[in-house]
C-alpha cells in the first residue's frame, strides 16, 4: 500500500476528524428528531360516540399536538423530582394501566404516600380528580404530586430553574407557549394536555358493545351479574355493580362508602365536607384495566380481583355512611348480603378482565419518550 | 446530640403527617346551595326551609306503597334567589335548566319551564320530611321529590347544590 502526503495527515489526526464526524451526526440527528418528531397544531381526541361528548378541556389550555409532546416527556421527566429518581410515570406505570402494583407508593423521601396510586385512563371526561375528588382540573392535579415532600418534593421554583438550565426544554416551551419562558404553570398545562390523550377504548368490552366481539358464556354470565340488581323474588340473579361501575366507561364519578370499614381510619370526602355522611366515602374508580391495576381499593388493602368480590359478596361492613345501593342487596329472600355463588364470583371477574385494553398499555403515544426516542434510533440504524 | 434531633425531627414529621392525613372532621349540618343563573345566591340549612310556605307531595317510592312527602316548591326557593320565572321565563330564559347534585355526585336536570306554576301544575318540591318525620340519613336531609313521574330516578336524594345554567 502506498503512503500519500493526505493519508498520512488523516492517520495523524484520525481521533479529531472521527470526533468531529461524530459530533455533526449526533447534532444533525438529534436536529431532525426534534424536527421530524414534533408535530403542530391541533391535537385530534378520538373516542367512540357511546363515551359521550361531556368532556372536560380548560378553555386556557385546549390540546395540541406540540403541547402533548411536551407533556409527555414531562411527565416522564425524574429532573421534576427532589433527588431527580421519581416522574409521574413512577407510581403511574403504562404496563399497569399507569399504576405502579403497590399498596402505597414510596416518595423521594422513601415516606409512603397515603393512598393507592390510581389509574389514568379517560381522564378526560373526569371532572373531579383523587379519591376524594378534591382536585377540580388535571392542571390543579398536577401540582400536588409535584410538590408533596411524600411524592416528588420539589418545589415548582426549583424544577422551572432545572427544565430551563437544559439544553432542550426552553426551545419546546417556545414552540408551545410562543416564547422561552419556563412557569409551574406552563409545566402542568403541559402534562395535563399529554393525560387528556389518554383513552382506553378498546378493551374486548368495548369490542363487544360494538358488536365486534362474542363474549364467552361465562363473560356474558358475568357480563348480566354485574349490570343486574338481583331480585330473588322474580329468580333473577346480579351483583349490582353497575349501579356505581356502570357505563361503558365503566366511570360515573360518585363517591359512595362501598363498606370497607364500619370505622374508617381515613374518612374520604368527609374529611372535606365535615358531614357524617360522607364518611369513608371515596370515588367509584373507574373498572377499566382492573386486571392490571392490584392491589386494589384507597389503600390498596385487597390484593387480588377475588379477594374483591368476595368483599361485596360477603364482607360488607356496616356503618350509617353505607352506600344504600348496597344495603338490602341479596340473591336470598331477606338476605343481608349479595351472596353470590363460587361459579358466579368466577363469571363476574372473566368480565372484569374483558375490561383490559392492551392496545392501550402497548400504545406507543404513550410510552417513556426517552425509550422510544432510543428505539427509533436503533431501528434506523439496523437499516 | 444528633439522635436527639432526630427523634424530634422524627416526632414533628409523625405530627404533620398526623395532622394532613387525619385532621378530625368537625360534624356539620347539611345545606343546600343555590347557585348559577340566580341574583342571591342561597345556602339553605333545614332550618331556613321552615321560612317559606310547605307544601305536601304523595307519590309511590320504590317500596311500591304511597308516601306523604312535605317542603318547599322548588321555584319558590328559586324565586327567592332571583331566577328568571313567571312573567321573566320567555325568549332565551325558556333555554335555561336546572342542575340537581346530591352529596354522592349523582346529577340530574329540569328545564326550568317545568318548575314554573304558569307552565305546569306538576309540583315539584325540596323534601325535608316523610309521613311527618325527618327523612333517613340515607335519603336527606333534603329530597326532591317529582309528583307523578313515573320513575324515581329524578327524585334525587341527598341534594347538595341546585345550579340554573343556561343551555350553550
Known amino acids: ?383 | 446530640m444528633k439522635k436527639y434531633t432526630f427523634i424530634i425531627i422524627a416526632l414533628f414529621a409523625f405530627f404533620i403527617n398526623a395532622y394532613l392525613t387525619k385532621a378530625q372532621p368537625t360534624t356539620k349540618d347539611a345545606s343546600v346551595k343555590v347557585t348559577g343563573e340566580v341574583t342571591l345566591p342561597l345556602d339553605l340549612k333545614l332550618a331556613d326551609l321552615q321560612q317559606f310556605k310547605q307544601t305536601e307531595v304523595t307519590r309511590k317510592d320504590r317500596d311500591g306503597k304511597d308516601h306523604t312527602y312535605s317542603g318547599v316548591i322548588l321555584s319558590e326557593i328559586l324565586q327567592k334567589a332571583g331566577v328568571t320565572l313567571g312573567k321573566d321565563l320567555r325568549g332565551e330564559n325558556l333555554t335555561k335548566f336546572v342542575q340537581v347534585t346530591a352529596s354522592d355526585g349523582y346529577q340530574v336536570v329540569f328545564a326550568l319551564a317545568e318548575l314554573d306554576k304558569d307552565f305546569t301544575d306538576r309540583m315539584i318540591i325540596l323534601a325535608d320530611k316523610v309521613d311527618g318525620k325527618p327523612l333517613l340519613p340515607a335519603d336527606g336531609p333534603f329530597r326532591i321529590i317529582v309528583q307523578d313521574e313515573k320513575k324515581p330516578a329524578r327524585c334525587i336524594k341527598q341534594v347538595s347544590g341546585i345550579k340554573v345554567q343556561f343551555a350553550k
Open chain 1, 1 to 383: 500500500m502506498k503512503i500519500n502526503k493526505y493519508n498520512i495527515v488523516f492517520i495523524r489526526h484520525k481521533g479529531f476528524v472521527i470526533l468531529v464526524l461524530l459530533l455533526l451526526i449526533t447534532a444533525l440527528s438529534a436536529w431532525t428528531t426534534i424536527r421530524d418528531a414534533i408535530e403542530t397544531g391541533p391535537y385530534q381526541l378520538v373516542y367512540p360516540a357511546n363515551f359521550g361528548n361531556r368532556i372536560n378541556v380548560p378553555d386556557d389550555n385546549p390540546t395540541t399536538k406540540q403541547g402533548v409532546y411536551l407533556g409527555r416527556l414531562l411527565f416522564y421527566e425524574k429532573k421534576l423530582s427532589a433527588n431527580n429518581t421519581l416522574s409521574c410515570a413512577s407510581c403511574h406505570q403504562q404496563d399497569k394501566a399507569f399504576t405502579d402494583g403497590k399498596a402505597l407508593s414510596e416518595g423521594v423521601d422513601q415516606v409512603l404516600t397515603a393512598r393507592n396510586s390510581m389509574s389514568l385512563a379517560n381522564l378526560l371526561w373526569t371532572r373531579k380528580f383523587f379519591w376524594d375528588g378534591r382536585a377540580g382540573s388535571l392542571e390543579d392535579q398536577a401540582i400536588t404530586p409535584m410538590i408533596n415532600p411524600h411524592e416528588m418534593g420539589q418545589s415548582l421554583d426549583v424544577s422551572v430553574k432545572k427544565l430551563s438550565n437544559t439544553a432542550t426544554y426552553p426551545a419546546l416551551f417556545k414552540l408551545v407557549y410562543g416564547n422561552e419562558t419556563i412557569t409551574g404553570d406552563r409545566i402542568c398545562k403541559a402534562i395535563s394536555q399529554f393525560e387528556r390523550t389518554l383513552i382506553s377504548c378498546n378493551s374486548r368490552y368495548d369490542q363487544y358493545l360494538k358488536n365486534a366481539y362474542l363474549p364467552t358464556r361465562q363473560e356474558l354470565n358475568g357480563m348480566n351479574l354485574f349490570m343486574n340488581g338481583p331480585n330473588p323474588e322474580k329468580g333473577i340473579r346480579g351483583a349490582n355493580c353497575a349501579h356505581c361501575h356502570g357505563g361503558p366507561k365503566t366511570y360515573n364519578e360518585l363517591f359512595h362508602n362501598n363498606g370497607l370499614d364500619s370505622i374508617p381510619k381515613d374518612v374520604g370526602i368527609e374529611s372535606l365536607t365535615g358531614l357524617a355522611a360522607d364518611r369513608g366515602r371515596f370515588k367509584v374508580p373507574t373498572l377499566r384495566n382492573i386486571a392490571l391495576t392490584s392491589p386494589y381499593m384507597h389503600d390498596g388493602r385487597f390484593k387480588t380481583l377475588e379477594e374483591v368480590v368476595d368483599h361485596y359478596s360477603d364482607h360488607l361492613k356496616e356503618s350509617e355512611a353505607l352506600s344504600t345501593f348496597l344495603r338490602g342487596e341479596s340473591n336470598d329472600i331477606g338476605g343481608k348480603t349479595l351472596h353470590l355463588r363460587p361459579d358466579e364470583k368466577k363469571d363476574i371477574i372473566a368480565f372484569l378482565n374483558m375490561l383490559t385494553d392492551s392496545t392501550f398499555i402497548n400504545d406507543p403515544r404513550f410510552s417513556d419518550p426517552n425509550k422510544t426516542i432510543a428505539l427509533k434510533k436503533s431501528k434506523s440504524n439496523s437499516k
